[in-house]
Structure formats: structure tokens, C-alpha cells
């Protein structure tokens, strides 16, 4: 990984042969580090086929990176002390293993892998904890939204009405989910589709929001929707197929679009008045023969990879993570609070097996 020759930064990761013939870029917009720095918070996201999750964090102008190496990283969430993180077939806890206001070689916060649910190639999507703390996932594979147990179980909780039964065969591209009041709430489906593979016929207009209380769908007519959010009031989705972020009017069931970025929009999340959007480069099949192909024709654009701040009040993006090189799609994306220099202990190198934690002697003596 190299950054951008304007900021000095520091960076620790785990090498690939594809990184060193073709490393990847960060290119970070003028004024987007001192932005994170004055709101203490560092960058993560995910590259899903580069098969890497990254934090960035601002280190009060000189930036730190880290960079780890997870079979197809997709969903990752941040939580109050760590991250939780989907790849092939494992979800992993990670937690920061600092004490509060601790540092180490100047990291503040270093977060250690504690757990893994082993799911099995379930293509889990996206993920949250409910208001009785079970974490609950979007089990693409199996097109449902199920809670899942200690052990890696998934137990279905809801499917849309038109899946017939649960099945491993990706029928509908059920991606996504949100939470109002700690409980389920709304749910993206790229198709109506209840054939194995079918979601693909339908990706440019066959995409729906439904409301998993009522089975209602709350908005159809969508080009791969992704990443629903409940914030402030409004229900956000992403218009992958588009390029798109906007949010949807319950009452007419109107996708009302605020701005459109130069990519296949996927991974969403808010932070004061802001968003945080994911873009990739079309790569694929997937990607292509989309609506977004002529927006960018249109407004004669290359497609980006990267991570768009975008000011809820305005519509304008004002800051902006641009990736080149080797990393061409992104995931997901988030925040991470209170911090200014974070470290991610990966699963290769030595940095896993030098980590240990010793708990307090309760020891009577």
C-alpha cells in the first residue's frame, strides 16, 4: 500500500503478491484528515475481493494505517470497544485490547480478534445487534435475516413472503437490514425472485425496500438497492445500480435521490450530519448493463473506488477517500470514535502471537 505523497503516514499490514506488483493508493482530499481529527474518529472499510479490512486514522495530521488480509472482508460494523467483521465463511469480534486513555508505541487503541462464529459460505451481508444483544445477520446465501448463535448457527428469523423456503440459493439478493428501537425494521432485495440465481434478471429496476414488520413493500422500482439505514428520522438506502444515495418516502414510497456518486454505491453509515458512502469501480458482469453505465456516459465520468463524505444538510460531498492501484470495490464502511491512531491485529505475521492479555490477580494473599 503506498498513501499520498502530500501526508506522512505510518503504516503496518500484511503483504500479497498482488500489493507488491500492483499496491494500492489512498488518496485523501484536502481537508478530510483535519476532519477526523477534529471530530477524534478514524476510517474503516472493507474491499471485499481485495479481501481486506483498513483503518485509517488521522494521528492528528500524520496519518496511521492498518491494513489486514481476510478472505472477501464484506460486512463490518463497529461497535463500542471493537469491530465485527464477515468474510468467506466466519464472523469476527474484534476488541480493543488498551485500557481507556492507554497507549502503545503511539497506537490508541489496538484491536485483538476474540471471537469467530465459523457460519460456513453463507454470504453474510450485513449484520447488528437487536435490543436483547443477538447478533443478527443478512444470510444472503439463504435469503433470510437470521440470528446467529455462539456456535455459528444461523436461525432464520424472517424471509420476504414470495421465498418459498430456506434455501442456499440466492434467489432474491436479500443485502441488507435495519434496526428502529433495537428490532427489526427494513430489508433490501435486489429481485422478486424465488429461482435459484434469479435476483440477476431483475438488477436494474426489480430492486425493493420491505418493511419486515408488515411484509410491505415500501418502495420498489430500484436498480440493486443496498445498505438501508434508519437515522435522523428517514430511512436511507444506497441505489447501487445508479450511483445514487437518497432516501425513501414512506408515505409515497418515493426513492427521493440527494446525490449521486461516481460508482456502484454500496456501504453506508452516519456520523453527525454526515454520510458515509462506498463506491467501486464496475467490475464485473454484476456490475455492468446498469443504469449507472449512462449516468456516467452522461456526465462523461470515470467510475471511482472509495469513500464519500457527504453533508447531510447540503447534499455535497465535502471530503472524499480516493483508492487506485489494486483495491477497485469497496464493501462496507464506518467510523471509529474517540480515536486518533488505531491498529488492527490481524491473523498472519507475528503481531497475533506477541498480543497477550493478562486479566487482574484476584488472588488472596
Same mark, same amino acid.
Given at each position: 500500500?503506498?498513501?499520498?505523497?502530500?501526508?506522512?503516514?505510518?503504516?503496518?499490514?500484511?503483504?500479497?503478491?498482488?500489493?507488491?506488483?500492483?499496491?494500492?493508493?489512498?488518496?485523501?482530499?484536502?481537508?478530510?484528515?483535519?476532519?477526523?481529527?477534529?471530530?477524534?474518529?478514524?476510517?474503516?472499510?472493507?474491499?471485499?475481493?481485495?479481501?481486506?479490512?483498513? &483503518?485509517?486514522?488521522?494521528?492528528?495530521?500524520?496519518?496511521?494505517?492498518?491494513?489486514?488480509?481476510?478472505?472477501?472482508?464484506?460486512?463490518?460494523?463497529?461497535?463500542?470497544?471493537?469491530?465485527?467483521?464477515?468474510?468467506?465463511?466466519?464472523?469476527?469480534?474484534?476488541?480493543?485490547?488498551?485500557?481507556?486513555?492507554?497507549?502503545?508505541?503511539?497506537?490508541?487503541?489496538?484491536?485483538?480478534?476474540?471471537?469467530?462464529?465459523?457460519t460456513g459460505a453463507v454470504d453474510?451481508?450485513?449484520?447488528?445487534?437487536?435490543?436483547?444483544?443477538?447478533?443478527?445477520?443478512?444470510?444472503?446465501?439463504?435469503?433470510?435475516?437470521?440470528?446467529?448463535?455462539?456456535?455459528?448457527?444461523?436461525?432464520?428469523?424472517?424471509?420476504?413472503?414470495?421465498?418459498?423456503?430456506?434455501?442456499?440459493?440466492?434467489?432474491?439478493?436479500?443485502?441488507?437490514?435495519?434496526?428502529?428501537?433495537?428490532?427489526?425494521?427494513?430489508?433490501?432485495?435486489?429481485?422478486?425472485?424465488?429461482?435459484?440465481?434469479?435476483?440477476?434478471?431483475?438488477?436494474?429496476?426489480?430492486?425493493?425496500?420491505?418493511?419486515?414488520?408488515?411484509?410491505?413493500?415500501?418502495?420498489?422500482? &430500484?436498480?440493486?438497492?443496498?445498505?438501508?439505514?434508519?437515522?435522523?428520522?428517514?430511512?436511507?438506502?444506497?441505489?447501487?445500480?445508479?450511483?445514487?444515495?437518497?432516501?425513501?418516502?414512506?408515505?409515497?414510497?418515493?426513492?427521493?435521490?440527494?446525490?449521486?456518486?461516481?460508482?456502484?454505491?454500496?456501504?453506508l453509515r452516519f456520523f453527525g450530519?454526515?454520510? &458515509?458512502?462506498?463506491?467501486?469501480?464496475?467490475?464485473?458482469?454484476?456490475?455492468?448493463?446498469?443504469?449507472?453505465?449512462?449516468?456516467?456516459?452522461?456526465?462523461?465520468?470515470?467510475?471511482?473506488?472509495?469513500?464519500?463524505?457527504?453533508?447531510?444538510?447540503?447534499?455535497?460531498?465535502?471530503?472524499?477517500?480516493?483508492?487506485?492501484?489494486?483495491?477497485?470495490?469497496?464493501?462496507?464502511?464506518?467510523?471509529?470514535?474517540?480515536?486518533?491512531?488505531?491498529?488492527?491485529?490481524?491473523?498472519?505475521?507475528?503481531?497475533?502471537?506477541?498480543?497477550?492479555?493478562?486479566?487482574?490477580?484476584?488472588?488472596?494473599?
Amino acid at each position: 500500500m503506498k498513501q499520498d505523497a502530500s501526508t506522512s503516514a505510518r503504516i503496518v499490514g500484511d503483504d500479497v503478491q498482488d500489493e507488491i506488483n500492483n499496491p494500492f493508493h489512498l488518496t485523501f482530499s484536502k481537508g478530510m484528515i483535519s476532519w477526523m481529527t477534529q471530530l477524534n474518529v478514524a476510517l474503516a472499510f472493507t474491499t471485499y475481493t481485495a479481501g481486506k479490512l483498513i &483503518l485509517a486514522g488521522p494521528n492528528r495530521g500524520h496519518l496511521t494505517v492498518s491494513e489486514r488480509n481476510f478472505g472477501r472482508a464484506m460486512a463490518m460494523w463497529p461497535t463500542d470497544n471493537g469491530l465485527l467483521l464477515s468474510t468467506e465463511y466466519q464472523i469476527w469480534r474484534f476488541e480493543n485490547g488498551l485500557k481507556p486513555g492507554h497507549q502503545y508505541e503511539q497506537w490508541d487503541k489496538i484491536f485483538l480478534p476474540r471471537a469467530c462464529h465459523v457460519t460456513g459460505a453463507v454470504d453474510t451481508h450485513d449484520f447488528a445487534y437487536d435490543k436483547d444483544g443477538r447478533m443478527l445477520a443478512a444470510i444472503t446465501l439463504y435469503n433470510c435475516i437470521a440470528t446467529i448463535d455462539d456456535s455459528g448457527c444461523f436461525t432464520p428469523l424472517w424471509k420476504p413472503e414470495f421465498i418459498s423456503d430456506i434455501s442456499g440459493e440466492d434467489r432474491c439478493h436479500l443485502n441488507g437490514f435495519c434496526m428502529e428501537d433495537g428490532e427489526l425494521a427494513y430489508a433490501s432485495v435486489v429481485g422478486a425472485s424465488n429461482t435459484a440465481q434469479g435476483w440477476r434478471d431483475h438488477r436494474v429496476d426489480g430492486g425493493m425496500i420491505i418493511d419486515t414488520r408488515t411484509n410491505a413493500v415500501v418502495c420498489s422500482g &430500484l436498480s440493486m438497492p443496498h445498505s438501508p439505514r434508519l437515522y435522523q428520522g428517514k430511512l436511507w438506502i444506497l441505489e447501487a445500480g445508479t450511483g445514487w444515495f437518497g432516501y425513501v418516502d414512506i408515505d409515497s414510497g418515493e426513492f427521493i435521490k440527494v446525490t449521486w456518486c461516481p460508482g456502484f454505491t454500496r456501504g453506508l453509515r452516519f456520523f453527525g450530519g454526515f454520510a &458515509l458512502v462506498g463506491i467501486s469501480k464496475p467490475r464485473h458482469k454484476t456490475f455492468q448493463d446498469l443504469p449507472l453505465d449512462e449516468q456516467l456516459k452522461q456526465r462523461d465520468c470515470e467510475p471511482e473506488c472509495g469513500v464519500y463524505i457527504i453533508n447531510l444538510n447540503s447534499g455535497e460531498v465535502e471530503h472524499r477517500l480516493t483508492i487506485t492501484g489494486s483495491v477497485e470495490e469497496i464493501y462496507d464502511v464506518g467510523l471509529i470514535e474517540n480515536t486518533q491512531s488505531p491498529m488492527l491485529v490481524g491473523l498472519q505475521g507475528k503481531e497475533v502471537r506477541r498480543w497477550i492479555q493478562v486479566g487482574e490477580d484476584n488472588r488472596q494473599l
